[in-house]
């Protein structure tokens, strides 16, 4: 039996629905000892910001019982050495590019989606809206990142889908009341597809010495502790939505990544979990084969929300 695990998000062709989290990938040539990344559906690359970052400093990466606590301050090269020193090498073996931008106002991201179009950088844009709203603390009404407010979530979608004609991925907080009102404010801008969920806010203290564990205090938990969170706001979100949903959180096995797809989610990125396997998205794309075989599914689509009730 053949299986197509071809996948079309918001306009995005991807040969299979597998791609890997930003900032866990780097940009893509560390891990490519370990397995050819252009088999992968997409390589998404760490979040771009107009200039370099140099992050937080550490400790600013450590250890939960079931995922891990960062607070990296999205340390990145900035968008010109990505282009010029990065890109190449996606470029070279054929990957397709999921360009993942940070930025601090509406302009500032529709440059970076610009210049990433311009130059071939990326073939979807996915915007980060993880930002601090310095933009405009006033219609913030106490919000402290962009996504975490559906109206700036919304005016930001529409600044970057002016500026680009490639696809464009907004990618939501799950720290919110209700992400279901951020995915439909970016649908309202003229997202392309969601993305979600990126980390939950979160913090330790050691006890002996009663100093925050991160550098920074506070810092988002990843890995399998938040996956049951996020394959839940994956199923409310897919009910509000008619834009194609990128799920996250916690995937480690193609088991975890069927759980996104029966929930909604068209496409699942792995994050977190390429810290301890490397090769786990390679695994995913193979056991989601695996698994339509077994479940006698010739193309992989039907199976998006068709969890069964
Ligand atoms: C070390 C680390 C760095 C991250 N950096 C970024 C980033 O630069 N941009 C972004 O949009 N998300 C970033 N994320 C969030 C992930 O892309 C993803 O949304 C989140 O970790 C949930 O997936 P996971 O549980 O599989 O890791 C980062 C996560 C980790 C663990």
């Not at 601090?104 to 071939?120: T, W």
């Not at 980060?128 to 005016?155: I, K, Y």
């Not at 995937?251 to 989610?265: K, N, P, R, V």
Request: hydrophobic share 45%; net charge neutral; proline share 6%.
């Amino acid at each position: 039996m053949s299986i197509s695990l071809r996948v079309n998000l918001g306009g995005l062709e991807m040969k299979n629905p597998v791609t890997v989290a930003s900032g866990t990938f780097a940009y893509g040539e560390e891990y490519d000892q370990y397995f050819d990344i252009s088999q992968l559906g997409a390589v998404t690359v760490k979040s771009l910001s107009l200039r370099p970052r140099a992050g937080n400093p550490p400790p600013r990466l450590v250890e939960t019982p079931a995922g891990m606590l960062n607070a990296i301050g999205l340390q990145n090269v900035g968008i010109e050495a990505y282009l010029k020193d990065k890109l190449p090498f996606l470029r070279k073996k054929g990957c397709t590019i999921i360009g993942n931008i940070y930025g601090h106002s509406p302009e500032e991201y529709a440059q970076l989606a610009q210049r990433l179009e311009a130059e071939g950088g990326a073939d979807a844009i996915e915007a980060n809206l993880s930002c601090p709203n310095v933009h405009d603390a006033r219609t913030a009404r106490g919000c402290s990142l962009v996504a975490q407010n559906p109206e700036l979530v919304r005016q930001y979608t529409v600044a970057i889908k002016t500026a680009t004609r490639l696809p464009v991925f907004v990618k939501l907080s799950p720290n919110v009341v209700d992400i279901v009102e951020s995915a439909v404010a970016a649908q309202e801008g003229g997202a392309d597809a969601v993305s979600l969920i990126n980390t939950l806010l979160g913090m330790g203290i050691n006890p002996e010495t009663r100093r925050p564990i991160l550098s920074n205090i506070v810092g988002g938990l990843s890995g399998p502790a938040i996956r049951p969170v996020a394959v839940k706001m994956v199923w409310d979100v897919a009910k509000h939505l008619k834009i194609p949903i990128l799920g996250m959180g916690g995937i480690c096995t193609a088991s975890d990544a069927m759980q996104f797809i029966l929930a909604g989610a068209r496409a699942v990125a792995v994050g977190s979990y390429v810290f301890r396997e490397p090769t786990a998205p390679m695994k995913i794309v193979q056991g989601l084969d695996d698994y339509c075989r077994r479940h006698g599914v010739a193309d992989i689509n039907q199976l998006v929300g068709a969890m069964a009730v």
